[in-house]
Protein backbone atom coordinates (compact mmCIF):
# COMPACT_ATOMS: atom_id res chain seq x y z
CA UNK A 1 0.00 0.00 0.00
CA UNK A 2 1.50 3.12 -1.15
CA UNK A 3 1.99 6.12 1.70
CA UNK A 4 4.52 8.20 0.19
CA UNK A 5 2.97 11.81 -0.81
CA UNK A 6 -0.81 10.58 -0.04
CA UNK A 7 -3.05 13.20 1.47
CA UNK A 8 -3.20 13.34 5.27
CA UNK A 9 -5.99 15.28 5.78
CA UNK A 10 -8.37 13.47 8.52
CA UNK A 11 -10.55 12.70 6.46
CA UNK A 12 -8.44 10.80 4.00
CA UNK A 13 -7.01 9.42 7.17
CA UNK A 14 -9.78 8.19 8.72
CA UNK A 15 -10.81 6.38 5.38
CA UNK A 16 -7.83 4.26 5.50
CA UNK A 17 -9.00 3.66 9.16
CA UNK A 18 -11.76 1.76 7.15
CA UNK A 19 -14.40 4.71 6.78
CA UNK A 20 -16.07 5.51 4.13
CA UNK A 21 -15.88 8.60 2.10
CA UNK A 22 -19.17 9.85 3.47
CA UNK A 23 -18.40 9.05 6.69
CA UNK A 24 -15.33 10.12 7.62
CA UNK A 25 -16.81 13.43 6.34
CA UNK A 26 -20.04 13.32 8.71
CA UNK A 27 -17.68 12.71 11.34
CA UNK A 28 -15.33 15.42 10.63
CA UNK A 29 -17.86 17.97 9.89
CA UNK A 30 -19.14 16.91 13.37
CA UNK A 31 -15.97 17.51 14.95
CA UNK A 32 -15.83 20.82 13.88
CA UNK A 33 -19.18 22.12 14.57
CA UNK A 34 -20.09 20.29 17.38
CA UNK A 35 -23.62 18.60 17.57
CA UNK A 36 -25.97 18.87 14.69
CA UNK A 37 -29.21 17.61 13.29
CA UNK A 38 -29.67 15.26 10.41
CA UNK A 39 -30.99 18.24 8.37
CA UNK A 40 -27.83 20.48 9.42
CA UNK A 41 -25.11 17.77 8.92
CA UNK A 42 -26.47 17.12 5.82
CA UNK A 43 -25.85 20.91 4.62
CA UNK A 44 -22.84 21.43 6.13
CA UNK A 45 -20.56 18.84 4.91
CA UNK A 46 -22.19 18.50 1.75
CA UNK A 47 -23.86 14.83 2.00
CA UNK A 48 -27.11 14.22 0.13
CA UNK A 49 -29.79 14.67 2.45
CA UNK A 50 -30.86 10.89 0.92
CA UNK A 51 -27.92 9.52 2.15
CA UNK A 52 -26.84 11.23 5.69
CA UNK A 53 -29.29 9.11 8.21
CA UNK A 54 -27.76 5.62 6.79
CA UNK A 55 -24.37 7.55 6.60
CA UNK A 56 -25.35 8.35 10.79
CA UNK A 57 -26.44 4.78 11.45
CA UNK A 58 -23.29 3.55 10.35
CA UNK A 59 -21.30 6.01 12.77
CA UNK A 60 -23.47 5.22 15.43
CA UNK A 61 -22.61 1.25 15.01
CA UNK A 62 -19.70 2.15 14.90
CA UNK A 63 -19.43 3.97 18.54
CA UNK A 64 -17.86 7.80 16.49
CA UNK A 65 -20.86 9.04 16.90
CA UNK A 66 -23.99 9.82 19.88
CA UNK A 67 -27.83 10.99 19.61
CA UNK A 68 -29.12 13.10 21.88
CA UNK A 69 -33.34 13.62 21.70
CA UNK A 70 -34.22 17.75 20.94
CA UNK A 71 -36.94 19.80 20.98
CA UNK A 72 -37.50 19.14 16.57
CA UNK A 73 -35.90 15.87 16.49
CA UNK A 74 -32.63 13.63 17.11
CA UNK A 75 -29.48 15.63 17.40
CA UNK A 76 -26.07 14.33 16.61
CA UNK A 77 -22.55 15.11 18.00
CA UNK A 78 -19.01 13.16 17.64
CA UNK A 79 -17.46 11.01 20.00
CA UNK A 80 -14.18 12.84 20.54
CA UNK A 81 -11.46 11.45 18.61
CA UNK A 82 -8.54 10.38 21.36
CA UNK A 83 -11.91 8.00 22.61
CA UNK A 84 -13.05 6.96 19.22
CA UNK A 85 -8.78 5.92 18.07
CA UNK A 86 -8.56 4.44 21.39
CA UNK A 87 -11.18 2.27 20.85
CA UNK A 88 -10.78 1.41 17.32
CA UNK A 89 -6.93 0.76 18.29
CA UNK A 90 -9.09 -1.92 21.04
CA UNK A 91 -10.87 -3.41 18.55
CA UNK A 92 -8.32 -3.73 15.71
CA UNK A 93 -5.62 -5.62 18.69
CA UNK A 94 -9.01 -8.20 18.86
CA UNK A 95 -9.37 -8.65 15.63
CA UNK A 96 -5.85 -9.16 15.24
CA UNK A 97 -5.17 -11.65 17.52
CA UNK A 98 -8.38 -13.77 16.89
CA UNK A 99 -6.68 -13.70 13.25
CA UNK A 100 -3.74 -15.03 14.79
CA UNK A 101 -5.23 -17.61 16.62
CA UNK A 102 -6.93 -18.62 13.65
CA UNK A 103 -4.71 -18.26 11.12
CA UNK A 104 -2.33 -20.36 13.86
CA UNK A 105 -4.73 -23.48 13.51
CA UNK A 106 -4.69 -23.71 10.10
CA UNK A 107 -2.23 -26.38 8.38
CA UNK A 108 0.73 -24.58 6.21
CA UNK A 109 1.23 -25.70 3.14
CA UNK A 110 4.80 -26.79 2.47
CA UNK A 111 5.80 -24.79 -0.46
CA UNK A 112 9.15 -22.98 -1.56
CA UNK A 113 9.95 -19.98 -0.81
CA UNK A 114 8.79 -16.93 -3.55
CA UNK A 115 10.83 -14.27 -4.96
CA UNK A 116 8.57 -10.92 -5.63
CA UNK A 117 9.98 -8.97 -7.77
CA UNK A 118 9.34 -5.07 -7.34
CA UNK A 119 9.05 -1.88 -8.84
CA UNK A 120 8.35 1.63 -8.26
CA UNK A 121 6.46 2.80 -4.96
CA UNK A 122 6.51 -1.13 -4.31
CA UNK A 123 10.05 -1.15 -3.43
CA UNK A 124 9.40 1.72 -0.49
CA UNK A 125 6.49 0.05 0.94
CA UNK A 126 7.51 -3.37 0.95
CA UNK A 127 10.84 -1.96 3.20
CA UNK A 128 8.05 0.00 5.09
CA UNK A 129 6.23 -3.07 6.10
CA UNK A 130 9.16 -5.41 7.04
CA UNK A 131 10.58 -2.90 9.47
CA UNK A 132 7.02 -2.81 10.78
CA UNK A 133 7.14 -6.07 11.07
CA UNK A 134 10.50 -6.86 12.24
CA UNK A 135 10.55 -7.95 16.12
CA UNK A 136 14.03 -8.06 17.04
CA UNK A 137 17.00 -7.79 14.31
CA UNK A 138 17.35 -5.75 11.42
CA UNK A 139 20.53 -5.55 9.23
CA UNK A 140 20.12 -2.40 6.51
CA UNK A 141 22.77 -0.95 4.04
CA UNK A 142 21.04 2.30 2.77
CA UNK A 143 21.55 5.45 1.44
CA UNK A 144 20.03 9.52 2.68
CA UNK A 145 17.33 9.71 0.66
CA UNK A 146 16.25 6.41 1.59
CA UNK A 147 17.14 6.66 5.13
CA UNK A 148 15.04 9.85 4.88
CA UNK A 149 12.08 7.86 3.68
CA UNK A 150 12.03 5.22 5.93
CA UNK A 151 12.79 6.82 9.07
CA UNK A 152 9.58 7.19 10.99
CA UNK A 153 9.22 3.51 10.39
CA UNK A 154 13.28 2.95 11.47
CA UNK A 155 12.71 5.29 14.83
CA UNK A 156 9.25 3.28 15.80
CA UNK A 157 10.93 0.06 15.46
CA UNK A 158 13.96 1.17 17.57
CA UNK A 159 11.65 2.29 19.84
CA UNK A 160 9.86 -1.39 20.10
CA UNK A 161 13.50 -2.38 21.00
CA UNK A 162 15.03 -3.89 17.37
CA UNK A 163 17.93 -4.14 16.99
CA UNK A 164 19.37 -2.33 13.88
CA UNK A 165 22.81 -2.10 12.32
CA UNK A 166 22.93 0.22 9.46
CA UNK A 167 25.76 0.69 6.93
CA UNK A 168 25.57 4.08 5.33
CA UNK A 169 26.93 3.54 1.97
CA UNK A 170 27.97 6.86 1.43
CA UNK A 171 30.18 7.54 4.71
CA UNK A 172 28.28 10.38 5.61
CA UNK A 173 29.96 12.72 8.00
CA UNK A 174 26.95 14.18 9.19
CA UNK A 175 24.34 12.26 10.86
CA UNK A 176 20.98 12.67 8.24
CA UNK A 177 18.80 11.78 10.89
CA UNK A 178 17.32 9.07 9.24
CA UNK A 179 20.14 5.89 10.44
CA UNK A 180 19.59 4.22 12.85
CA UNK A 181 21.07 2.02 15.39
CA UNK A 182 24.79 0.83 15.66
CA UNK A 183 25.64 2.72 12.37
CA UNK A 184 28.62 2.11 10.56
CA UNK A 185 29.96 4.62 8.04
CA UNK A 186 31.86 3.47 4.81
CA UNK A 187 31.99 4.93 0.97
CA UNK A 188 30.63 2.05 -0.28
CA UNK A 189 28.24 3.31 -2.47
CA UNK A 190 27.67 1.84 -6.22
CA UNK A 191 30.18 4.13 -8.35
CA UNK A 192 27.35 4.16 -11.38
CA UNK A 193 25.29 6.97 -9.08
CA UNK A 194 22.42 4.36 -8.76
CA UNK A 195 21.54 4.05 -4.89
CA UNK A 196 20.91 0.59 -3.20
CA UNK A 197 18.97 -0.55 -0.39
CA UNK A 198 19.68 -3.77 1.44
CA UNK A 199 17.39 -5.09 4.52
CA UNK A 200 17.64 -8.35 6.23
CA UNK A 201 14.44 -8.73 8.70
CA UNK A 202 14.90 -10.83 11.54
CA UNK A 203 16.84 -13.31 9.73
CA UNK A 204 14.28 -14.85 7.94
CA UNK A 205 13.10 -12.33 4.52
CA UNK A 206 15.60 -9.81 2.68
CA UNK A 207 14.86 -6.93 0.17
CA UNK A 208 17.27 -6.29 -2.31
CA UNK A 209 16.49 -2.47 -4.23
CA UNK A 210 18.44 -0.42 -6.39
CA UNK A 211 16.87 3.08 -7.91
CA UNK A 212 18.48 5.08 -10.48
CA UNK A 213 17.40 8.17 -12.42
CA UNK A 214 14.65 6.52 -14.44
CA UNK A 215 14.22 3.37 -12.45
CA UNK A 216 13.49 1.48 -9.80
CA UNK A 217 13.86 -2.31 -9.14
CA UNK A 218 14.38 -5.47 -6.58
CA UNK A 219 12.69 -8.14 -4.68
CA UNK A 220 11.70 -9.39 -1.35
CA UNK A 221 11.93 -13.09 -0.33
CA UNK A 222 12.30 -15.11 2.37
CA UNK A 223 14.42 -17.81 0.48
CA UNK A 224 17.35 -18.63 2.48
CA UNK A 225 20.05 -18.32 0.04
CA UNK A 226 19.13 -14.88 -0.91
CA UNK A 227 18.54 -13.99 2.62
CA UNK A 228 22.16 -15.85 3.49
CA UNK A 229 23.63 -13.94 0.89
CA UNK A 230 22.57 -10.71 1.38
CA UNK A 231 22.73 -10.84 5.44
CA UNK A 232 27.04 -11.80 4.25
CA UNK A 233 27.26 -9.40 1.85
CA UNK A 234 26.27 -6.63 4.48
CA UNK A 235 28.26 -8.27 7.43
CA UNK A 236 30.99 -8.64 5.23
CA UNK A 237 31.17 -5.27 3.74
CA UNK A 238 31.42 -3.85 7.62
CA UNK A 239 34.08 -5.87 8.18
CA UNK A 240 36.25 -5.46 5.36
CA UNK A 241 35.42 -1.61 5.16
CA UNK A 242 36.40 -1.39 9.17
CA UNK A 243 39.70 -3.15 8.38
CA UNK A 244 40.12 -1.46 5.85
CA UNK A 245 40.13 1.86 7.77
CA UNK A 246 42.25 0.52 10.56
CA UNK A 247 45.17 -1.05 8.61
CA UNK A 248 45.42 2.66 6.10
CA UNK A 249 48.47 4.13 6.15
CA UNK A 250 49.96 1.45 8.41
CA UNK A 251 51.11 -1.12 6.13
CA UNK A 252 51.53 0.67 3.00
CA UNK A 253 53.21 -1.42 0.54
CA UNK A 254 52.65 -4.41 2.66
CA UNK A 255 49.37 -5.65 0.98
CA UNK A 256 48.96 -7.36 -2.26
CA UNK A 257 47.18 -5.68 -5.44
CA UNK A 258 44.87 -8.04 -5.10
CA UNK A 259 44.42 -7.66 -0.75
CA UNK A 260 43.58 -3.82 -1.44
CA UNK A 261 41.58 -4.23 -4.36
CA UNK A 262 39.10 -6.31 -1.35
CA UNK A 263 40.12 -4.20 0.85
CA UNK A 264 39.37 -0.77 -1.20
CA UNK A 265 36.36 -1.55 -3.72
CA UNK A 266 36.09 0.42 -7.10
CA UNK A 267 33.81 2.92 -6.35
CA UNK A 268 34.85 3.09 -2.09
CA UNK A 269 36.24 6.28 -0.70
CA UNK A 270 40.43 5.82 -1.52
CA UNK A 271 41.08 9.25 0.38
CA UNK A 272 42.07 6.87 3.69
Not at 16 to 28: C, D, H, I, W
Not at 61 to 88: D, F, I, N
Not at 165 to 176: D, G, K, M, W
Amino acid sequence: MTTTNRDTSPNQLLQRLGFTEYEAQAYVTLVEHGELSGYELAKRSGIPRANVYAVIDKLLERGAVLQAQGEKGPRYAAVPSATLLHSMDAEHKRSLNAADKALAGLAQAETPASVFNLGGEQLLDQARQLIDACTEHLLIAIQPAEASALAPALQQARARGVEIVTLCLEACEQPCGGCQGKLHRHALAPGDGSRWLLLVMDGHKALVGRFGEATREGLVTAQSLVVELTNAYIHQSIALATLGDELAGRFDGLLSEQAARLLYPEGAATDR
